[in-house]
């Protein structure tokens, strides 16, 4: 819902700020009062393009604020359009596109006015009215649809995938076979290529390692060698203990480093009888790596490419050798699947016929209290070629409309005028009733080229919308305005050279003075009597 509207520096509007309420909500003014600008305003939030030409002469930007609840969510989206046309947007005061404006905001707010650009012209929009006006029917259906639809197109995307492997493995099962012999002949694994250059320091300076190792091993472990030594100055040390402290724990630190040396010595040797003496060993080595080196060069740059490409191969060959196996059970999962989604698409267009009927029965009668009597409509249901089945179904589904019983139906957008376009719209609202999802509702001019008992009904129709939705209505007939729960009044004011759009909340007298200017254009007495009888009646 709509909370609070604030423009500056739009068109005439200096600025203005609008709070909504639940219900329904009148917008009124004389003509070129600044409606229209206000409402152009209320598009910038909804993501419509921003021209320079909103911007208000002489200011540098124009900026519209608004302030939406969705259940506990509150959402408060601004935009700025500079002079020089450029826009800016933000979201909860964090930067948005105009995109992610109209992703957000665009929903939320269903703006119908006579020269707009509206959803039921667009004849893409029908299926999902009449899905609305079906039910929770017409939801499983067209679910159960979508769900074999999706897999269908995957299925089928994995048997081109399919065909289109085993086709280019037939194309290249020499080169593949290639691949797959010369690297098997080395037979490389993983890793091998790090472990044979951890080996190359022992193999090829092997002599002198093991002559340092055996030197090393000498001095510690031979007569008179450093383990000796240190043992001795242990025993020394040992004769005094418990004589003085300090000693003690150098003697103890002796320990523990003979300990340790007697370690060290114990890992050279066996250092030292690892040591690979053999030059057969380093020429094994040194070829290995040249063969893996061969490989890197021409599959690499590293040895998991290169079995990553001879796993490739091998796959490959394999869908080529397996290819008619495969493709046949390929094959077989999309016809399966196809044969499913022909009977999901029958079942909805069931659903959908059944519904008809009662929809365009409804619709008529709807707007035959708002002018139109004699209207018919049609929907047409048109089977569509089974590759051009689209997610909202296998059939073309389109409102048709005659404005007299003689007429043929043809499209709304052919022949239906802006005004009964907007009525059209306005019924349709009132016959989907809680199924319409938008929480507001603007409508502009909807009520153009009607008065009297047409204007009261139009009134009494969106009153009637107002207690599912929040209803915002820019009106010229009192007729209207007076079912409205909330009036605002927008007036154009001239000060010396310039003018200026503001808008006031009117109640009371002030609302039984403006619905007397809407009935009469004046402010006379019958004018206000004849206004609190049309707000009487309307409640």
Request: overall charge negative; hydrophobic content about 45%; some cysteine.
């Amino acid at each position: 819902m709509l909370e609070e509207l604030r423009v500056r520096d739009i068109a005439l509007i200096k600025s203005a700020r609008l709070e909504f309420g639940p219900g329904m909500t009148a917008l009124t003014g004389e003509t070129g009062a600044g409606k229209t600008a206000l409402l152009g305003a209320l598009k910038l939030l909804l993501g419509e393009r921003a021209d320079s030409n909103d911007v208000r002469t002489g200011a540098a930007e124009a900026a519209v604020e608004g302030r939406f609840i969705s259940g506990s969510i509150e959402l408060i989206a601004k935009r700025r359009v500079s002079a020089d046309g450029r826009s800016r947007c933000s979201l909860d005061d964090e930067m948005a596109t105009v995109g992610a404006l109209a992703q957000r905001v665009g929903p939320l707010v269903d703006l119908h006015g006579q020269h707009e650009h509206q959803a039921l012209l667009s004849a893409t929009t029908h299926v999902g009215y009449l899905d609305r006006r079906a039910g929770e029917p017409a939801r499983d259906a067209l679910e159960a649809y979508r769900t074999l639809r999706s897999s269908y197109r995957a299925a089928l995307s994995a048997r081109d995938e399919l065909a289109e492997r085993i086709a280019q493995a037939a194309r290249n099962s020499d080169y593949l076979r290639f691949v797959t012999e010369e690297i098997g002949r080395v037979d490389p694994q993983p890793g091998e290529d790090a472990a044979l250059e951890a080996r190359l320091p022992a193999l090829e300076h092997g002599e002198r390692l093991a002559e340092a190792a055996s030197e090393a091993t000498r001095l510690l472990r031979g007569d008179n060698g450093a383990l000796d030594a240190a043992a001795g100055a242990a025993a020394v040390l040992a004769k005094m203990a418990n004589v003085d402290p300090a000693l003690d724990d150098i003697a103890s630190r002796l320990t523990e480093a003979l300990a340790l040396a007697d370690d060290v010595s114990s890992e050279i040797r066996t250092y030292r009888d690892r040591i690979e003496h053999d030059s057969s060993a380093l020429d094994e080595v040194l070829s290995r790596l040249s063969a893996l080196a061969g490989l890197t060069k021409k599959y690499g740059p590293r040895l998991e490419d290169v079995l990553r490409t001879r796993d490739e191969a091998l796959v490959a060959l394999a869908d080529a050798d397996a290819g008619d196996v495969a493709m046949d059970a390929a094959h077989a999962e999309v016809a399966s699947l196809q044969l499913l989604l022909h009977e999901a698409g029958l079942a909805l267009c069931g659903v959908r016929e059944s519904a008809a009927p009662d929809f365009v029965e409804s619709l008529a009668a709807a707007v035959a209290d708002l002018g139109m009597a004699g209207t018919r409509f049609e929907v047409s249901i048109e089977a569509l070629p089974f590759d051009t089945w689209t997610t909202d179904g296998p059939h073309r589904v389109e409102f048709l409309f005659a404005p007299a019983p003689a007429q043929p139906a043809r499209p709304l957008a052919r022949i239906a005028s802006g005004g009964e376009l907007s009525r059209v719209m306005l019924a349709l609202k009132g016959v989907l009733g809680e199924a319409d999802t938008v929480e507001t509702l603007v409508f502009d001019e909807v009520d153009a080229g009607i008065g009297g008992a047409t204007a009261t009904a139009v009134g009494r129709r969106l009153a009637d919308i107002a207690q599912r939705h929040q209803v915002i209505v820019v009106t010229h007939l009192a007729q209207v305005a007076a079912f409205a729960d909330a009036q605002l009044v927008v007036s154009k004011d001239i000060d010396g050279d310039e003018a200026a759009t503001s808008v006031l909340r009117v109640e009371g007298d002030e609302r039984v003075a403006e619905i007397a200017r809407m009935l009469s254009g004046n402010d006379s007495e019958a004018s206000r009597t004849h206004a609190r009888e049309l707000l009487q009646a309307s409640r």
